[in-house]
């Protein structure tokens, strides 16, 4: 079993969102975890080890964090789970994780550092189901890719714009009830980046900062 672990802003919780539906659609027993801002605060921490150990999963998948959880990747092993970890975060050398890191910080190529965590996630969504021999749609991951680039105000390199034009073009024939009410707030389609930063994020947002990401997962 996986547990898919996010953040409690737009950004990871887009991501978890993302990951828990590609997974299961691969096939995976998935579940997700969205720590608490108050309780648990941000990224992996003892709260972590504790969700994996009630769900009984053995491998945790990170979305937007954990990077720098060197800490808590040990004990995560100890009680017998593995790590990998998708995130866009600076990596820091004291407590860098130190098993496999999907962290586009590492690599060369300067437009992909810009990229969100939730696209981060994406990707390597993508790849897994390549080296499965299975294809997944773009839809609806890439409009919540989409959503999360402009929550998480990432600078729009030509390859976050291409993702955000074709995420925003489908923008308006969501089939999530949740995502339809929450753009009824918008003016008309079509939409653009202008209604994600000032009508979406902040009700996205607000969930995990003020109560619980739970309610927009």
Not at 112 to 132: F, I, P, W
Request: hydrophobic share 40%; with cysteine; charged share 20%.
């Amino acid at each position: 079993k996986i547990l898919v672990h996010g953040d409690y802003d737009t950004d990871g919780l887009m991501g978890t969102a993302v990951m828990v539906g590609g997974l299961t659609a691969l096939g995976a027993s998935v579940a997700a975890f969205i720590p608490s801002r108050f309780d648990d605060g941000y990224g992996l921490s003892s709260a972590s080890i504790e969700a994996a150990r009630k769900e009984n999963a053995k491998l945790v998948v990170t979305v937007d964090c954990g990077s720098n959880a060197g800490d808590i990747e040990q004990a995560l092993s100890c009680n017998g789970v593995d790590l990998v970890v998708s995130d866009h975060h600076i990596p820091e050398e004291n407590n860098l994780v130190s098993g496999i890191i999907v962290n586009p910080h590492f690599g060369p190529d300067q437009d992909l550092k810009s990229l969100a965590g939730a696209t981060v996630g994406y990707l390597l969504l993508r790849e897994t189901a390549s080296e499965m021999g299975v294809s997944l749609p773009e839809e609806p991951f890439l409009r919540l890719c989409a959503i999360a680039t402009i929550s998480d105000v990432v600078p729009i390199s030509p390859f976050n714009w291409k993702l955000c034009k074709e995420g925003f073009r489908t923008l308006a024939g969501t089939r999530s009830p949740g995502l339809n009410a929450l753009l009824e707030k918008c003016p008309q389609p079509p939409f653009r980046s202008h209604h994600i930063a000032y009508y979406l994020a902040p009700r996205l947002n607000a969930a995990g900062r003020m109560e619980d990401g739970n309610l927009v997962l």
